[in-house]
């Protein structure tokens, strides 16, 4: 290239020396280039040149890495001057990456340069990463270079308007969530304040007057604290006469006043203005004016919907039909005791038990009757109670002083049948009890431990309530936790079937096994049915599992026949199983998929089944019986089953309980178990007795008919393998 060719170029360019003037304002540019000479020249070249009115100043940065610090220090630089090329081929890119990516910085304007052409980043490297201009230096000539500049510098201020924009609605925004929900007058007008203060960047200084009710007189309604004193008071009584007389003048010209220490804003609402004075540190901005202006329309709606605030707290926080404290409300007043730290308090949860069953059988507006009548009820002969809610369809919550009832108390109180249209219905309860020391500054939380109480108030036998204590939360924990372990193993295929052989008495036969489930731990030792099982119930996992059992028994049953013994195999039925719709159906595919003839099959229901809805089990166990399957009803006499129901019951088999086998020889100890016999002979059932441990008790029992039995005797349950060699053994 010739010198008269690189005369128009910028690193070559001469300009007159640059005066110097003061500015109070200035486009800060970083120029970024391992060159010293290419700073000086840059910066030589554009010494001088304003963009309105505002002069460059110049930064300077020597790698990448050096760059990205440097705005990571100083985020408002207008525009970055980048070389590509620096430490590495191309640091100029990871320092764009970095700048975008890293430090968040959109606003910044990047114009690449580089005086190795071959290094340039392929358009698509220049859309990702926001790079404003892409030059070589033998491009920028000075008057090129000015040009990119003003376009970059355009660009620049334009975004950060426009983020000046957003964020000022932003506080509008947030200035007017903070007054929404305000139904405290006194309170509102002190958030407006606030909030104003905040959109003019000025200390909260100000206050809030108008006209209440059919008067004329201006009335000070709320304002910043050293005013709060005169809330309600007549704006004359206000001791500044700067304020009286802008609010009076903003009211009776109906317009807006201000001067360079305070504005007044005119605010309409329901046909009567108000007026906002508030002190200003400096006159804001046309922006900010707007900006205000803005508020000011919402500030208006919530002011003349103060009442509406007031329903729509009710709404929000009332039940509406009882006009108690809902849930919400409740939740949100009872943490407020536990931030005292008192123990002066007690919350009672009362639940309506089969409160569906009147729904149901007497009609919802029977039920909504019966439900505000209870409301009432509460709230009449309860006026010391600081809470009374409804806090679900059927459940109520009281919390009083400890001392001034008792749960004898709120039974006696409940006790007497309600009118509910022209019912008069005796209802039951039971009561959730929690005192003031077990309350959490959460109120779900202490929601969520009286309710521990009442599901285990519900379970009770003696009483119709309980006290919650913490260990409760850790048993209900632990229960979980078991809950989810089994789960876990059950899916993995953890659990196991063990089989207990079932002997014919009279010839000491094998006639049958019973499947039992274990659930074996990592250390080799089994977790007690009786602690998984009700659990299993309880968290419905039973209906799987019980189907699984049912399959593993039938291949068990079709691999003894295989190898020459036929026996019955028994198979316990849970009541969720028995709940289920396809619960026959999926006996049937059971049995059809192992080839299992039906007799082979016995199912053991208990007398907690039957009783749970003796119709529907008679019903689901003839179907059962038309299969060809046997049924058992196992520990029989525990319960507390009707005769009458027992005779209606498909049975083969009555199974004798433990509880009435442990104890023979004794003298009377075997009295209920011949009884039990005897009735299985008067029913034509056959009768096995369970937990036999000796041969006394065996003959005993032989003595008294029964036809089998099974117990320590004559094997414990044993798993597959085992099962095996003890019936090859047996025989």
Known sequence: MTQTE??????????????????SEYWDVLIVDDD????????????????WDKPLRFHHAYSGVEAVNFLAQNPHIAVVLLDVVMESDDAGLIAVKKIRQDLNNHNVRIILRTGQPGYAPEESVIREYDINDYKTKTELTRSKLVTSLITAIRSYQQLCEMAKQSDGLQQVILASKAILGINDIEAFSSAVI????????????GVLCGKLGDGNEVTVLGGSSEYKSYFAQGIEQLDNGRIIHQVQNCLSLAEHQQTD?????LTPCSGRNAAIYIEV????????????????????????????FNRLRDAAYTDGLTGLSNRTDFVERIGHFAERKASGHRLYLIDIEKFSDINNGLGQDVGNMLLEAVANRLKTELPQADIIARIGADVFAIVIEHHVITPQYINQLLSLPFRAGEHLLPVNFSLGICDEEHFNVSGLQTLKSVYIALNLAKKQAQFNYEF???????????????IRQLRQDFSEGKLQVWYQPQIELSTSKIIGCEALLRWPTDDGQFISPAVFVPLAEYSGLIVDIGQWVLEQACKQQKHLEAL???????????????RNIDFVKQVKNVLDDHQIESGCLELEVTESIVMDDPDAVIAVLTE????????????????????????????DRIKIDRAFIKDIPSPDAGAIAELIIALGKKMNLNTIAEGIETQQQADYLIQAGCEEAQGFMYSKPLPPAQLHQFIQNYK
Do not use: C
Request: hydrophobic residues 45%; negative net charge.
């Open 6 to 23: 690189n005369e128009g170029f910028l690193f070559l360019s001469e300009d007159e020396p640059e005066q110097e003037i003061l500015h």
């Open 36 to 51: 010293p000479e290419i700073h000086s020249v840059t910066q030589l070249a554009l010494s001088g040149v304003l963009f």
């Open 194 to 205: 606030a909030q104003i203060s905040i959109l003019f960047n000025s200390p909260a200084s």
């Open 261 to 265: 220490f305070d504005i007044t804003f």
């Open 281 to 308: 540190a400096v006159p804001p901005s046309q922006a900010q004016l707007q900006l205000a202006e803005i508020f000011l329309t919402n500030v208006s709606v919530g002011f003349d919907n103060v009442k509406l």
């Open 468 to 482: 919650y204590l913490p260990e409760m939360e850790e048993q209900m924990t632990w229960r979980l936790g078991i």
């Open 564 to 578: 020459g013994t036929k026996i019955r195999m028994a198979v316990n039925v849970s009541v969720p199983q028995f």
């Open 624 to 651: 059962l019986k038309d299969l060809g399957i046997e049924i058992a009803i196992d520990d029989f006499g525990t319960g507390f089953s009707s005769l009458s129901y027992l005779q209606k019951l498909p049975l």
